[in-house]
């Protein structure tokens, strides 16, 4: 009954809109919050069809909705979403409904221009997925810094004017650069689909810095070494819903921007820096990974965790070539198959769902983490992990969550953060011993940085009187950690579903991303 | 045959959750009822596979229970292989277990009493304990019974995650917490060895299903792989190395070993079934599992007799000069271990599988009556402050008896015919190292029976060096504790009874053991029936070894009893080295643990606040300031000096196009 309705259209403009309503009910925050609530769940509803209307088979962009926008630089409202960027739409709506359940009764200030901002949001958010033409994706993708920009701004901790500016400054020095690469693109192809970008043929260095500017706006995004350190200032100054959505969902945009633009457009350019994007992906798997392990505050540390987690996407996401190298497979796939060739183009689908995966994955996990903290934090006013030790004595129901959550970013089997990791250090091997070597070392650092985080505050006698005076989890509380605990260890235990409509547009990608422009 | 398996493997999953989730609501009675019912239902259904299988001859069992995922054309599958090695680990693991779960309704039922008052958790203590081993018991279970290496992979690292709770379950105690964050860890050490070997046979392969691995073994054998440029290694030999740094995590091998004796932190019983009988024996069952690719490495194979005859020796001493009772009996289970690798690295996988069982069943018998004695003396656990235990607790001493002479190795118990068949098994082999590694497991026999009776006398025998207080509440604790000890030493004695199909029968038949390796098969040509085993027994060395050993343990507790207490004072320099453990811990924190966190703090410091925040972040934002702060001098605001800038401009603008 779905599949006539402008579905696209109304994952985005329903919290929009919603949101502007909202914003209008005033002070009245009773109404006004459940109408956010309302709005979230209605979104969240909109966007299951997307799912289950799915057709896994095809490569093509579905739920295509095309008008004509602005008619003398051929730019369009151009809506559609394959396999790789329905998922993320689908984490998007889930993550909000969480952020406005979190919000309830945490934010005592302003709360219907906080639950506002998150709407509107989470229009903006899906709209960078589901846009097809650059420029609505520019506008998207730098529309959706404005309410963060508020959110944290307005409802964070005590440096969050630096964190902001350092957030917006740092995000937006990209994005300017890659402006013009799409202008640039525009006077080659006359088109700003970003379909017809794909099937541009540039030369290396066009592509090259055309690479390079994507690199600006996405590597920030995602964060990658050395361009992380936005993050987590951002996160620290943020509040738990800020922190939310940024880990969960704005820097999955990172990952999904490789996804959609690098690799397809500039596919000669993303083999020749293949070398840097895996090198500054291990660095942060392993590098950041031995700084969160000092971090004193829950929130940097869990922040870092984040950064260490995303290196395994951009992992995937490039690690492909290098498999290709390791078959011999150079430039075109050929007509005929042969095993190695059949062999590299298996283990680089592996490699690449395994980046997918890891990203949906991290979007409910990094979001679990930071709303348990939240949690923390709103009955003991500190991030501090020294201030706390023993909470499991006073919230073992909380505590309960917190080290399931723990195990899954420690990437324990049956969670999903084993998935992802798995995947992608399974496909890494394919290509490079030593790769997968390195990669594979967070297995003990990420064991290590988390556990002892848990260690630290789950367990231990209660020393803090704070401590002794902590309340259990509400029922509110335990619906949002509980709806995230059931997709943690659904797509643990059986994650087929998620990939299964991943297939067919991993497929494409890959084909497209390992066809060189150049002959 | 699959909903059977399926209902073996999930009936504790069940009996967990109900356990776990609602604790509160059923009680106490209710959560042992349910866990109970649903091991023993395990156990039930398991006795009837393995008589199906064993000796009704139903076929082997191989089958996926639904796709985990798909992916580039690779597949994985949750499946069972119900064949006879699978079958003889089930009925090991949901016996041990059951035995366990009734135990720990009498070692449990006080446990309140050592939770702070305060504490939320205290109330619902004994619920999650019963819940913590059914998970156990099935995530165990889904380890023994699959049928490809992703799930063996899910058991393996769920039984450490079930570990790790059951480590840190007195969480208000540092030292329980320290132990289990120490246990995840080193065990993930082990694992990251294990899943890139799972990796790099998967890269081979292209499948983690045995049956597929194990079908282009011809392929395998010969393909080598470049780790280091112009270094050409055999495959397999990478892969079985790696696989086994996995094993050597979870079946605390050296220099892995080190989580084991902290992880007597937790409660007496999951020692007995976790620590003991059941997921420190993962490692050899899996490495028995993979025999057909160590069966193409003599490399890995001498690796593990080396590391497993060190491990047997060595940690044996440390045992000789614990006072623990529970740390002695897990130097005890370092040694054993290291008895089944060095079977394993001498192809007698059969052998290894043998100890592992009749292990199981007396180590657990051991730790067993060890809780009982600490329940008796309260939570005592020093050695030093127990001693003739006999007479107030006859049925515990009657069974750490048979559990002592199984462990030493007395013949006709159990222990005898599985290690004496690891010991001949590695003298007749040929196999780089197996004549260093023999030489360390003949000696180590003397240690065990060293420690073992070192123990056993120290607490049954001898003067009562308990307080007042103590020795008037000592007794024999209720029937729910003396009946698992009471099964679990007739398992004891009995179990040598399967040694000739094991060993010489056609038992394991998926084991697979390369012709030029197979000393199981020489063994049996010297094999002249149970009873000239049992006679040459007593003829052979190991066994006046362990009367030595039995005898030098008696004259220092006993005889010389002073001696004994203070054996630590005599010895010196040895002993230093012995309590210290070889110096591993302090060299792991020092190194590991300190360096880890000296580099994190060093890169962060540096790298990300001085490097890129300090110098380029800020840096450029300085930049930016300084620079706009000297432009703003020539934004002056007076029209003569911008018409003044003009003029020079158009002048040197003219100036050059003329002069051009």
Redesign the interface.
Known sequence: MFSHWPLLSLVIWTPIIGGFVVLGAGERANGARRLALIVAVATFLLSVPLFTGFDSQTAAMQFVEFQPWIHALNINYYLGVDGISMPLIILTTFSTVLVVIAGWEVIKEKQTQYLAAFLIMEGLMNGVFAALDSILFYIFFEGMLIPMFIVIGMWGGPRRVYATLKFFLYTFLGSVLMLIALIYMYTKSGSFSILDFQKLHMGITAQILIFMAFFGAFAVKIPMWPVHTWLPDAHVEAPTGGSVILAAVMLKIGGYGFLRFALPITPDASQTLSGVMIFLSLVAIVYIGFVALVQQDMKKLIAYSSIAHMGFVTLGTFVIYVIARHYGLTANLGEQPTPASLAAFNSGVLALEGALVQMISHGFISGAMFLSVGVLYDRMHSREINDYGGVVNRMPIFAGFLVLFAMANAGLPGTSGFVGEFMVILATLHGNFWLAFVAATTLIIGAAYTLWLIKRVVYGPVTNPKVAALQDINLREGVFLGLLAVAVLAVGIWPAPLLDVMHASVHHLLQQALTSKLS | METVYLIIALAPLVGAIIAGLFGKKIGKTGAHTVTILGVGLSFGLSVWVFVRLVFQGMPTYDGNV?????????SFHIGFLIDHLSALMMLIVTFVSLMVHIYTIGYMAHDEELW?S????RS?AYQRFFSYIALFTFSMLMLVMSNNLLQL??GW??VG?VS??LI?FY??K?SA??AN?KA??VN??G??GF??G???L??YT?SLNYEEIFSQTGKLATAT?M?IPGQEWSLPSVVAILLFIGAMGKSAQVPLHVWLPDSMEGPTPISALIHAATMVTAGIFMVTRMSPIYELSTTALSLMLIIGSIGAFFMGLIGVVQNDIKRVIAFSTLSQLGYMTAALGASAYAAGMFHLMTHAFFKALLFLAAGSVIMAMHHEQDIRKMGGLRKYMPITYVTALIGSLALIGFPGTSGFFSKDSIIEAVELSHIPGAHFAAALLILGVFVTALYTFRLFFLVFHGRERMDAHTRAHLHEPPWVVTLPLTLLALATIGAGGVMYPLLFGDFFRSIYVAPDHNVLAELHHHFHGALAFLIDGFLAPPFWLSMAGVLVAWDVTLYRSKLGIHVHSRLGWVRTILQNGYGFDAFNDYVFARG??G???L??KA??ALL??GL??NGTARVIGWTADRLRWIQTGYVYHYSFAMIIGLLVLLSWYVLR
């Open positions: 639904y796709t985990w995922m798909m992916a580039g054309g690779y702070p305060d504490s939320q958790v619902t992979f899910f690292e769920a995650l790790y709770l840190g969480m208000n540092e917490i320290y964050l995840f860890i993930r050490v694992d990251f899943l890139l799972i990796a790099a998967f890269a292209g792989v780790l880890a966190r580099l994190g703090r890169l962060w790298g990300d890129i925040d380029i972040v």
